[in-house]
């Protein structure tokens, strides 16, 4: 077989066994197809375990406390760079349990356990 082909084999290989890693990752949450809802640099809360709503949007380091966020939400890190966004169960940033890194999605069933957002560099 020439060389050529046998790189086109494992091209198309390759190929293949990315379509079927993208197939197992779709049942994840992927981010809005939209990025104008929440901006590059802020994190983001969305009511409902989607992103039909529009978000509440978080930008600047530091902790916000959450009034009235109960129920299904759906938190997006779309910070740059190493920048997290924690999900805390305490008022004023305290005892965060949930780190989103860059990019990173969870749904929470019941929102009312968290109290603030924490944004950090």
């Known amino acids: 077989?020439?060389?050529?082909?046998?790189?086109?084999?494992?091209?198309?290989?390759?190929?293949?066994?990315?379509?079927?890693?993208?197939?197992?990752?779709?049942?994840a949450p992927t981010a809005p197809t939209s990025l104008a809802e929440c901006p590059v640099g802020y994190g983001c809360l969305y009511k409902g375990a989607s992103f039909d709503s529009h978000p509440f949007t978080y930008y600047k380091y530091g902790y916000y406390n959450l009034t009235g966020v109960t129920g299904t939400w759906r938190a997006y890190n779309h910070q740059t760079g190493n920048a997290t966004m924690w999900l805390c169960q305490g008022t004023n940033g305290t005892r965060c349990t949930i780190e989103l890194k860059p990019g990173g999605v969870i749904d929470i069933r019941y929102m009312e356990a968290f109290k603030s957002i924490v944004l950090q560099p």
């Open 1 to 27: 077989m020439a060389f050529h082909k046998i790189v086109a084999v494992a091209l198309a290989s390759l190929a293949l066994a990315g379509a079927g890693l993208m197939t197992s990752a779709s049942a």
